[in-house]
């Protein structure tokens, strides 16, 4: 399995609060990706990384920042949540961005009440 | 973003018999990938291929790249307990760059007993 982990598994916060995920990596990959996945909608890409400093937006990043200050972190922030980002959220890695391969993570559960 | 057709939805299924599932799309793509999702964890990748007409076995797990480049099946034989989950399919479209991957909404395989 790819070194992966993400912290925390399961967190329940209430609305307005912010959030922050994190997601860590011990391959020296240089991608880095943020998805939500709900039924009925499949995996949805957040946020991306390209490398240290730098980000980009995915298909439904409203309400959602991120920041790699290191090769190996990935953090995911909730401004100020709400119930609709009630999701499982997984972290992926991959070495490419040509024909790349993306390994995930095992996936923090966020329920907003 | 794009979606593949990933079929069928749902598969039910007695131990010991074969299965097979697919994704199509009107687009090209560079790279397919094959996942199994099992509850409350995350993706773990199956298979990889990069060439159109790739064959590439995994175990009892075989998967082929399109001719076409716009399909890719995922075949498993003689089914066990184990093999129940969720398969999803995955693309890298050609010309696609650092923000990936298209995804299938998966094939939930059910084993009956």
């Known amino acids: 399995d790819a070194g992966i982990t993400q912290s925390p598994r399961h967190k329940v916060t209430e609305t307005g609060t912010p959030v922050t995920l994190r997601c860590h990596q011990t391959?020296?990959?240089?991608?880095m990706y943020w998805y939500r996945q709900d039924p009925g909608h499949g995996l949805r890409l957040i946020h991306y990384?390209?490398?240290?400093?730098?980000?980009d937006k995915g298909e439904v990043s409203d309400g959602y920042s991120v920041s790699r200050s290191k090769t190996e972190d990935f953090l995911l922030t909730l401004e100020s949540a709400t119930s609709s980002q009630t999701s499982v959220y997984f972290c992926?890695?991959?070495?490419?961005?040509?024909?790349?391969?993306?390994?995930f993570g095992p996936g923090t559960r966020l329920l907003v009440l | 973003g794009q979606q593949l057709n990933q079929s069928p939805q749902s598969m039910f299924i007695q131990e010991g018999e074969d299965v097979s599932m697919n994704c199509t799309s009107s687009?090209?793509?560079?790279?397919w990938l094959w996942y199994k999702q099992d509850p409350g964890e995350g993706p773990v990748l199956l298979i990889a291929?990069?060439?159109?007409?790739e064959l590439t076995s995994n175990g009892r797990l075989t998967a082929q790249f399109g001719i076409t480049r716009k399909d890719s099946f995922l075949n498993i034989s003689a089914s066990i307990p184990s093999d129940v989950g969720i398969y999803f399919c995955?693309?890298?479209?050609?010309?696609?760059?650092?923000?990936?991957?298209?995804f299938g909404k998966g094939t939930h395989l059910i084993i009956q007993p």
């Open positions: 992926a890695i991959s070495p490419t961005s040509v024909q790349e391969t993306q390994y």
């Open positions: 995955a693309g890298q479209l050609v010309g696609g760059g650092a923000d990936g991957l298209t």
């Open positions: 391959e020296n990959h240089r991608y």
């Open positions: 687009s090209i793509f560079n790279t």
């Open positions: 291929l990069y060439k159109a007409g």
């Open positions: 990384s390209y490398g240290v400093k730098d980000t």
